[in-house]
């Protein structure tokens, strides 16, 4: 890793939100290595937390109280520095889980709704999936969520032939321009 990166960075944590299916997983987890942090997969913990899928979450308890569990993950991960954190997709939609996210460098991973459905077309253990038309559930929680995926500190926009490795790539490049260091902060 630059060192200039490492400087910028000074532990703080990176947060990646973005649809499901945007591959906040597999990009944090080659973004951790990048950046010599520890990866954290927030749904990864609910489900370890709960002892059970995130599906039967959803089913037993329903959307709100698995969001519950979502921001209680998410303010004590915040604690911690030196994270690379893929979140859920809907965690944006709380406004505490903002406090908590703005604690680090937020980057969205913003993936067109015709590439989430191919890469989710096999995949039945997402809940808010399971509808009659998947393509258009996408859409609609992707128009909820745009303003608020938008108001990440980077946006990166992740095309279908771009391998994770060059996402992870773009992200390092693109680390300077949203973090200055305090003489460069000082002169603009």
């Not at 709100?64 to 997709?89: D, H, M, W």
């Not at 077309?121 to 745009?146: G, H, V």
């Amino acid at each position: 890793m630059d060192a200039s990166i490492k400087q910028l960075l000074k532990g703080v944590n990176l947060y990646l939100i973005g649809m499901m299916g945007s591959g906040k997983t597999t990009i944090g987890s080659l973004l951790a290595q990048a950046v010599n942090y520890s990866f954290i997969d927030t749904d990864e913990i609910i489900v370890k937390a709960a002892g059970k899928p995130i599906s039967d979450i959803f089913t037993t308890e329903g959307e709100p109280a698995f969001r519950q569990l979502e921001s209680n993950v998410l303010a004590q991960v915040c604690a911690y520095t030196k994270l690379t954190i893929a979140t859920g997709g809907g965690i944006v939609l709380r406004r505490e889980n903002w406090s908590y996210l703005h604690h680090g460098l937020i980057i969205w991973l913003n993936v067109p709704v015709e590439i989430l459905l191919e890469r989710l077309k096999e995949d039945q253990t997402r809940p808010l999936l399971q509808d009659p038309d998947p393509q258009s559930k996408l859409r609609s929680l992707l128009d909820e969520r745009y303003s608020l995926y938008s108001q990440a500190d980077l946006h990166i926009e992740i095309t279908q032939q771009e391998t994770p490795e060059q996402t992870v790539t773009n992200i390092v490049q693109a680390i300077p321009r949203v973090l200055k260091t305090p003489v460069e902060k000082s002169q603009n």
